[in-house]
């Protein structure tokens, strides 16, 4: 498996979705998530991260709560937010990067 350095380091926006399974509001934003890459297909990569699996990652990244969400260009972060987010404001932010 990749390293998230490796991930993380693309000339296309890379979305995070850092993400609990026991998270209600994380699953509501699956379809938005499913969206957004229908919309945009390869603008984007999307990465889910469990933070229940990915413990070492959530800390890194100082995650306290979730669902929360991180946008990387060329392995820098260029956006975090956490909770639901709409559509458009993934949108915005991705095309933004």
Not at 33 to 56: S, T
Not at 62 to 90: S, T, Y
């Amino acid at each position: 498996m990749s390293s998230f350095k490796e991930l993380t380091n693309s000339d296309t926006p890379v979305l995070i979705d850092f993400f609990a399974t026991w998270c209600a509001p994380c699953q509501t934003m699956m379809p938005v998530l499913d969206k957004l890459k229908d919309d945009l297909g390869d603008q984007v990569r999307i990465l889910k991260i469990d933070i229940d699996k990915n413990k070492a990652l959530a800390t890194k990244f100082a995650i306290r709560g979730v669902p929360a969400f991180m946008i990387f260009k060329n392995g820098k972060q260029v956006w975090k937010a956490a909770g639901v987010q709409p559509l458009h404001e993934l949108k915005a932010q991705i095309q933004k990067a």
